[in-house]
């Protein structure tokens, strides 16, 4: 399974922390390493359930690698169901708890070859009841700060190309029009809704903004420097309250 969402630090969030986590879960989530074979991908065929939303407690029956996730058998009250979380070590028999949380139907893991009925996804669990409290920017939106933070990138705009602070600071402009960007990849979450979403920066930046999110169907790794050419769509919708303030979507490199 290729990892979510994700970090997607252009979410604004206009409800209540627990949908917030929904979203973390479904976008960012599960914010694995990205898959690099496209044959390992997995696929859900049920992606808009309806999100777990209390603390769990759960004891842990059986472990299972796969991967990019860490698939948990687990025991809630006397109710067995399956999880999957960030890789992760967890030991079988202790007691974990985990808060949100999602449910998916019919999800197909290419790399365990199985499908599961019904699964939970979560980003991760923890061994203490209480939650370590979030910092307040972080609490309130993923969009207050940047999803990575890079020293001392230089990359040089390409022919005919837009740099990150020219698109940025005047992103209206650039709306459902075509544009090319250069930049290095930090971060990459393959697989979601058949897309491989990457983020980039090229060590330019406007208010603190300083990483594209694209969507694309090519296949790049973390590190690379990378140049593409996409169309802009500005305030993404995904409901509930949350929308992408900017994507670079249908990407294709450029070599």
Not at 37 to 60: C, G, L, M, R
Not at 223 to 252: N, P, R, S, W
């Amino acid at each position: 399974m290729c990892a979510i969402i994700v970090t997607f630090t252009e979410i604004k969030s206009k409800k209540m922390k627990n949908n917030m986590k929904f979203f973390t879960v479904l976008f960012s989530i599960l914010l694995m390493v990205g898959c690099k074979d496209k044959e390992n991908y997995s696929k859900v065929n049920n992606a808009a359930a309806a999100p777990k939303t209390d603390t769990h407690k759960i004891v842990v029956k059986e472990v299972l690698d796969g991967g990019n996730y860490t698939y948990l058998n687990v025991d809630e009250n006397g109710q067995n169901y399956w999880m999957a979380i960030t890789n992760m070590p967890v030991t079988v028999g202790d007691t974990y708890y985990y808060d949100g949380g999602m449910v998916m139907k019919d999800f197909e893991s290419k790399q365990l070859n199985k499908t599961f009925d019904e699964i939970v996804f979560t980003n991760t669990v923890r061994m203490t009841e209480i939650e370590a409290e979030a910092p307040a920017d972080a609490e309130h939106s993923h969009a207050a700060a940047p999803a990575v933070i890079e020293n001392n990138v230089k990359i040089e705009k390409p022919k005919n190309g837009t740099s990150l602070a020219e698109l940025f600071s005047a992103k209206k402009s650039f709306s459902a029009k075509s544009i090319i960007v250069k930049g290095k990849v930090v971060k990459v979450n393959n697989g979601i809704m058949d897309k491989n979403w990457v983020h980039i920066v090229d060590g330019t930046q406007f208010e603190n903004k300083n990483d594209l999110t694209i969507t694309t169907t090519e296949t790049v790794n973390i590190g690379d420097i990378v140049t593409f050419k996409g169309v802009i769509v500005l305030d993404k919708d995904f409901g509930q309250g949350y929308v992408y303030d900017i994507l670079l979507e249908e990407a294709k490199v450029i070599k």
